[in-house]
């Protein structure tokens, strides 16, 4: 016979059971060591398998969000680590290249002065040498004009070598 407040589920074994498997299916802090409130949950002395299951599907839920919150923040980090690093680079790419034109200014600058002062001297030469032709000319022009009309103006008959008139 049952009394009033007892029923097969009220005291038995298999209530402490349940009430203690829905409390754990709930993120609350552990219940109490207390043998009175021991084995039922604080502020919900009745609850049913739809909340408990309800519950624990938005909780769910809720972790799957904050899971894409935290990829999302994880993948535009890395895009901002990639397009950092491509600054970098092509920083990195800039300054090296300027570095490389004014090693080349700087050759061009030494050598183009060698090769002006190889040409200055060239052309020294080269003056140098016509002057001394054309001194050579002066001194010799009346001979040349005088050889050349003497040449011009005796004429030798001689036959061909190729005749047969020998």
């Known amino acids: 016979m049952t ?3 007892s ?10 059971t349940y009430q203690t498997s829905i409390i754990h299916s709930f ?10 409130t021991a084995g039922r949950l604080p502020h919900y002395p009745r609850t049913s398998t739809f909340f408990v299951s309800k519950y624990g599907i938005q909780t769910l839920l809720n972790a799957e969000q904050e899971a894409q919150k935290i990829v999302q923040k994880a993948r535009a980090y890395r895009v901002q680590r990639v397009k950092d690093a491509r600054a970098e680079a092509q920083k990195e790419i800039e300054e090296y290249r300027q570095k490389k034109e004014e090693e080349f200014q700087k050759f061009e ?3 183009t002065g060698i090769n002006a002062q190889a040409e200055k001297d060239a052309e020294k030469e080269i003056e140098g040498k016509l002057k001394e032709i054309e001194e050579a000319g002066k001194k010799s022009r009346a001979q040349v004009i005088e050889d050349l009309i003497k040449a011009v103006t005796t004429v030798e008959p001689k036959p061909h070598i190729n005749s047969k008139h020998k």
């Open 3 to 5: 009394t009033r407040g």
């Open 7 to 16: 029923s097969t589920w009220g005291s038995s074994n298999r209530t402490q």
């Open 27 to 36: 993120p609350f802090p552990p219940t109490p060591k207390d043998p009175e």
């Open 109 to 111: 600058a030494e050598h």
